[in-house]
Nanobody, 125 residues
């Protein structure tokens, strides 16, 4: 079992930055592909970014490409999402998730076995 806990969310003005963290426990995530998803009120959960187990390969949604950066530190059993140039449409609950197939950077939530509880990000205009 992998337990995931997100942190770092908050209220920020448009154009600002936040860094989300996802701390894992229970077992090492060094063999897991990791992803960030988000869900705004009344909308489906959507893919944001993913990173392969070794960290050498990443993928991003078009809506965040060039503004967000996913990274991981397997020694700390953690994954991060640096969010710059935030926009009001980035407002959502952000979730990290673990995919047991480490080489994948999957866009599909169904690929992920473990999920955190989420952290709220609110961007004001």
């Amino acid at each position: 079992q992998v337990q995931l806990v997100e942190s770092g969310g908050g209220l920020v003005q448009a154009g600002g930055s936040l860094r989300l963290s996802c701390a894992a426990s229970g077992r090492t995530i060094s063999t897991y592909g990791m992803g960030w998803f988000r869900q705004a009120p009344g909308k489906e959960r959507e893919f944001v970014a993913a990173i392969s187990a070794g960290g050498g390969s990443t993928a991003y949604a078009d809506s965040v490409k060039g503004r967000f950066t996913i990274s991981r530190d397997n020694a700390k059993n953690a994954v991060y999402l640096q969010m710059n140039s935030l926009k009001p449409e980035d407002t959502a609950v952000y979730y990290c998730a673990a995919d047991p197939v480490g080489y994948r950077r999957s866009y599909s939530p169904q690929r992920y076995d473990y999920w955190g509880q989420g952290t709220q990000v609110t961007v004001s205009s």
